[in-house]
């Protein structure tokens, strides 16, 4: 990923959250790769850069864990 582009989405979600923890994935593929012929993606991530690998991680794997959850009755959130 181009330094530039890392640079300013850290400074972008750190002015929002401060110097909490994050992990951010996305698909930075350009969009030419995505319709092309052959579709490809790349998957990147972003995390501030002082943070622990294992914070890093956790933030995934909590992140997986939400996703296969199923909302109980009464549940709103």
Do not use: K, N
Not at 3 to 28: K, M, N, S, W
Not at 51 to 60: C, D, E, I, K, M
């Amino acid at each position: 990923m181009e330094e530039d582009l890392e640079q300013r989405l850290r400074t972008a979600i750190e002015a929002v959250i401060g110097t909490a923890p994050y992990a951010l994935c996305f698909d930075g593929s350009p969009i030419e790769d995505i319709l092309g012929d052959d579709p490809a993606t790349t998957i990147q991530t972003v995390q501030p850069l002082r943070q622990a690998t294992y914070t890093t991680r956790g933030l995934f794997e909590a992140g997986c864990d939400i996703l296969t959850c199923e909302l109980r009755e009464g549940d709103d959130e």
